[in-house]
């Protein structure tokens, strides 16, 4: 019986090491963008396991009394969930017409190579060769805006409001407007990488509309929004998880020199 208790041992603290490598991961991930325009850091969340019982709370010990309290075995842990963390990053000021940041809720739109829609926080957006706007990699941002090639400036209004200047002309030339979506459960979105994100059964369906309406957020171009990645949060749980870890692995070798024990037992 010791015996098998030291092997259930062996397993359980196996569950937590295992446990703590994920959560690490994530961590690592996490200061790996630190940097990431529009990035949104993750949070390992975890369960306990399934209870071995031993002796069942509230049997009978006699004909009229009961047992107070049982006896029940953990079996370990197991990853419950990564989250996504939707909490606003920092703004940073960089001069750039293009860089558009978000305030408040709302996601930007991008329409992928094979016609689908993604939805995206950065607002890093550049021209291509045919005056579109779009992202690092080329897609163009919904709806589709499209700056003339005699454009000398852009401005780009809090409610997504897109004119340029062009050159010859005076006043501005209105080009488009900018769109936001929300989602009901935007922790549930997919990540695609690639700072976009992909509507899921449980973030719900997006709802679009002008930014600073119906509580969607506000454009502030000029500005960027950085990773809301803490360096320092992620240290302390860097260094939470690797003690985890190790007392973990300390279990492991506990439980492991008592069975050694155990088979070394002569009569």
Known sequence: YKEKNMIRALWTAASGMQAQ????DVVANNLANVNTAGFKK???????LMYQNLKTSGAPSTSSTQVPSGIQI???????????????????QTGNELDIAIEGDGFFQVQMPDG??????????????????VTSDGYPM??????????TSISVGNDGT?????????????????????????SGLTALGRNLFQESDSSG???TGTPGQNGI????????????????????????????YEVNSKAVQAADEMLQQANNLRR
């Open 116 to 133: 689908t829609t993604t939805y995206s926080r950065a607002g890093s957006f550049k021209r291509d060769n045919q005056g579109r706007v």
């Open 217 to 244: 957020g506000t454009l502030a171009q000029g500005f960027l929004e950085m990773s809301n990645v803490s360096v320092m949060e992620e240290m302390v749980n860097m260094i939470v998880g690797q003690r985890a």
């Open 42 to 48: 993750s949070r390992a969340d975890f369960q306990d």
């Open 74 to 92: 953990g079996l370990g842990a197991k990853l419950a969930a990564v989250t996504k963390l939707f909490s606003e990053g920092n703004i940073n």
């Open 205 to 207: 369906t997006p709802t």
């Open 162 to 186: 897109v004119s340029v200047t062009q050159a010859g002309q005076t006043s501005p030339t209105n080009i488009g407007n900018i769109q936001l979506a929300t989602f009901s459960n935007p």
């Open 21 to 24: 490598q994920t959560n690490i």
């Open 142 to 151: 919904l709806p589709e805006l499209v700056v003339p090639s005699n454009a």
